[in-house]
């Protein structure tokens, strides 16, 4: 029970519960199970940017770039839809992966071969994708009207109960899971980003890995413009602008520690879900949804108090001390 | 940041303080700074113009002056991503001021003191609890803008007095604004605290190793709060001008300042790991992104395609040292 209890998870899954009982005593359908339903939906685009985001965490890197990345494959799958009605879904959607794969394999391919700082590269690429998606748009957007009904539908398509978008995001947890704790790709992810000078040692090629996870973030980046512009059936420039920085959140409020090396799938979606329950709820408890930002910015700050107290351990420090020598 | 840094490597002898100048990161700038002055000049006859080319620093001198404390926070191993956040935090204030029938001088001191007090709230997170700054000021940063979202939601502030638009919109002489002037004078200030101090060896110090700087005597935390409230000082600044130029308030106002802020300090020759950069070359760097933007601002060019140019400009300009010094290093090896 008290190993039980050490697990972050299990205090954010608890912390979600109360948050859920505490919107229960104001509006008492929201923990009715077909709303929990719907606000997993909803949140399912954020869960799956949030793994794609932790795996590049956990690497000591950052991707500032995948809302943009988000926006252009968004943009590209948009237009060939209106252009090519007859291009069948799922080959729209290997076309997003592999759009988002290039555009995360740019990022890692400067990172691993010019050793350029994560931050500074996705800083640089966040705008230029953003302009790019701006360049072959000629600034103009892809409406509702102009998607095909399959390209709008096929994430809303019921299947066991559950509309397609919910079960992508699924999928994509599930495969998560079985990558970082079943391969050794993702115990090398949790190498590197504890120790990188022991995982070099150890046989691990530090770059190639940090490449690799640039390029998952890539291809989750690319799905995502897909779900996000077939949800929101709008493309546009605007599209997600900002929105790196809520991934970031979801994921620090998920446990993972901006220092690399610390976080699980379960804490990403979890972090998600925290921020996409705030956000389904303040609307249905008559609070404005203009507090949602000091909210999840509070959520944030509190996140990171609570999550460097755990991770002040023992064994930690031990690895920084030898590592500092 | 958090990035493992790259082996060192030792030359045999050291360059001739000549061509260590010639090969210097401002020296490049400078390169880069007159090549667009250049092709702005024959792209566009609007260009050479005194008036043109005063509008031009209205561009980025608001940004300019974030960036110079954002160098010695930077350099220092820390960043502030909240400081666009504080500038929207800081003009809200003076907008209830003004409704409360407040005067310019109190309108100013209410914007710079916001912004020293968020600073001082980064700082306090960063120094006492041992927070990593790049989470903290990601939750400031929705913070400072939520509580403006708050109090003003899809409203807006007007109604500033008449003497309050000197800030943003007056000339000190001819052709020269105030917010020149202003960032001119910033510039030596933080020239002088960074290459001329105790204090500023200190940063320095502790950008390279803040474990062995706090066995120097060095009180890491200390220099550490300061920086960020001086950060938080300068935003405030630049929360007065920018509400003095534009008139008004709105919880959206300098909405993604906080990367250009940033990759003015990196093109600036500052090292995201902390522990190198030069005021000059920030300040070159924020020239060369007025004339980038400008410039094509002369030619129709939309803003969002201007943001392609900052991207390239930034990678290029990190990724060609490093591809000289590999060129340079094969070739003696």
């Not at chain 1, 790709?185 to 022991?198: D, E, K």
């Not at chain 2, 109604?159 to 309050?164: C, E, H, M, V």
């Not at chain 2, 790991?273 to 920030?282: K, N």
Request: hydrophobic share 60%.
């Amino acid at each position: 029970m008290k190993a039980f209890l050490r697990y972050r998870e299990v205090w954010l899954l608890a912390a979600i519960v109360v948050l859920i009982g505490l919107i229960s005593t104001r509006f008492p359908g929201f923990a009715d199970p077909a709303n929990l339903r719907q606000v997993f939906n909803d949140t399912s685009i954020l869960m799956i940017l949030a793994l794609g985001q932790m795996v590049v965490i956990l690497t000591r890197s950052i991707d500032l770039s995948m809302a943009s990345n988000l926006c252009f494959t968004g943009m590209v799958v948009a237009m060939l839809n209106a252009a090519h009605p007859a291009i069948p879904i799922p080959l729209l959607i290997v076309i997003a992966l592999l759009v988002g794969l290039v555009l995360g394999a740019i990022n890692g391919l400067l990172v691993w071969r010019l050793n350029i700082p994560s931050i500074v590269v996705t800083l640089g690429t966040l705008t230029i994708y953003r302009g790019a998606t701006f360049v072959i748009s000629g600034g103009a957007w892809v409406n509702a009207d102009q998607m095909s009904a399959e390209f709008i539908g096929l994430q809303r398509a019921a299947f066991l109960g559950i509309p397609v978008l919910s079960w992508i995001a699924i999928l994509v947890i599930a495969l998560f899971f079985l990558v970082m704790t079943r391969t050794a790709l993702g115990r090398s992810i949790y190498a590197i980003g504890v120790n990188p000078t022991a995982s070099v040692y150890a046989g691990i090629d530090v770059g190639r890995t940090k490449f690799i996870v640039f390029c998952i973030s890539g291809m989750i980046g690319g799905l995502c413009g897909y779900l996000w512009i077939s949800r929101y059936v709008i493309a546009s420039v605007e599209v997600a602008n900002g929105y790196e920085l809520n991934i970031i959140a979801a994921c620090v409020i998920g446990g993972i520690s901006i220092a690399g090396g610390i976080g699980s799938v379960g804490g990403a979606v979890l972090g998600a879900l925290f921020l996409g329950i705030i956000s389904n709820a303040l609307p249905v408890i008559n609070i404005s949804p203009f507090w949602q930002m000091a909210i999840s910015g509070s959520a944030i700050i509190l996140a990171v108090v609570l999550n460097a107290r755990g991770e002040r351990r023992q064994g930690r420090i031990i690895l920084k001390k030898a590592e500092a020598a | 940041m958090t990035d493992t840094p790259a082996p060192h490597h030792i030359p045999d002898r050291l360059d001739n303080p000549f061509t260590a100048a010639v090969f210097s990161w401002e020296a490049l700038l400078v390169a880069v700074a007159v090549a667009i002055f250049a092709v702005n000049s024959f792209a566009s006859p609007y260009f050479l113009d005194a008036w043109s080319l005063s509008d031009l620093t209205f561009n980025f001198t608001e940004k300019a002056l974030i960036a110079l404390a954002m160098a010695l926070l930077i350099i220092s191993g820390e960043i502030d991503l909240s400081v666009a956040a504080i500038i929207a935090l800081a003009s809200t204030m003076m907008g209830m001021a003004v409704q409360a029938g407040a005067g310019t001088p109190v309108l100013v001191a209410i914007g710079i003191v916001v912004g020293l007090g968020c600073g001082a709230f980064n700082g306090v997170l960063v120094t006492r609890l041992g927070l990593p700054s790049i989470v903290v000021t990601i939750g400031t940063m929705s913070l400072f803008r939520g509580i403006a979202f708050i109090i003003l939601g899809d409203q807006a502030y007007k109604g500033y007095p008449a003497s309050f638009a000197f800030f943003g919109q007056g000339y000190v002489w001819w052709v020269v604004s105030f917010e020149l002037t202003l960032f001119l004078i910033a510039a030596v200030v933080y020239w002088f605290l960074l290459h001329r101090t105790s204090f500023g060896r200190r940063v320095f110090a502790i950008g390279n190793n803040p474990v062995a700087a706090q066995f120097s005597g060095v009180r890491v935390g200390r220099i550490k709060f300061i920086l960020f409230c001086l950060t938080g000082l300068m935003a405030g600044i630049a929360s007065v001008l920018i509400t003095s130029r534009l008139g008004s308030t709105r919880p959206s106002i300098a909405q993604g300042y906080e990367l250009e802020v940033i990759t003015m300090v990196v093109l600036g020759g500052v090292s995201i790991l902390g522990g190198a950069g030069s005021i000059l070359g920030v300040v070159l760097a924020a020239f060369i992104m007025g004339l980038v933007t400008f410039g094509l601002g002369l030619l129709n060019v939309p803003g969002i395609v201007m943001s392609i140019f900052i991207g390239l400009l930034l990678i290029i300009v990190i990724a060609l040292p490093i591809l000289w010094r590999r060129v340079r290093r094969e070739r003696f090896a």
